[in-house]
């Protein structure tokens, strides 16, 4: 079955860096786009950014462009999400998903299958 494991969170100062891992399986990975989304406490989620499924098509929310980098290795079945410059705002559970496609969607209702989620905390 699709397995999604997300790993690389914690705590953080503002202005400091974080890398979260996914880990899949279950599922040919070099055929499917992935997405990262975040949920706040007491806010929904929110789509963050996203990858073709050869990598080539990149999209990020207006939130995170320019401080967050997606990446994705097939041969390993891992897709990354560098966090740069990070702000307390970006404290969130940050979720990995799976897309029903090959193309990247915008919305989370573009993915089948997610991940239990990593904390991220941003705090001096």
């Known amino acids: 079955q699709v397995q999604l494991v997300e790993s690389g969170g914690g705590l953080a100062q503002p202005g400091t860096s974080l890398r979260l891992s996914c880990a899949a399986s279950?599922?040919?990975?070099?055929?499917?786009?992935m997405s990262w989304a975040r949920q706040a406490t007491g806010k929904g989620l929110e789509w963050v950014s996203g990858?073709?499924?050869?990598?080539?098509?990149?999209r990020y929310a207006d939130s995170v462009k320019g401080r967050f980098t997606i990446s994705r290795d097939n041969a390993k079945n891992t897709v990354y999400l560098q966090m740069n410059s990070l702000k307390p705002e970006d404290t969130a559970l940050y979720y990995c998903?799976?897309?029903?496609?090959?193309?990247?969607?915008?919305?989370?209702?573009?993915?089948?299958?997610w991940g239990q989620g990593t904390q991220v905390t941003v705090a001096s």
């Open positions: 279950g599922f040919t990975f070099s055929r499917y786009a």
């Open positions: 998903a799976k897309a029903r496609g090959r193309g990247v969607p915008t919305l989370t209702s573009g993915n089948d299958y």
């Open positions: 990858i073709g499924s050869d990598g080539s098509d990149i």
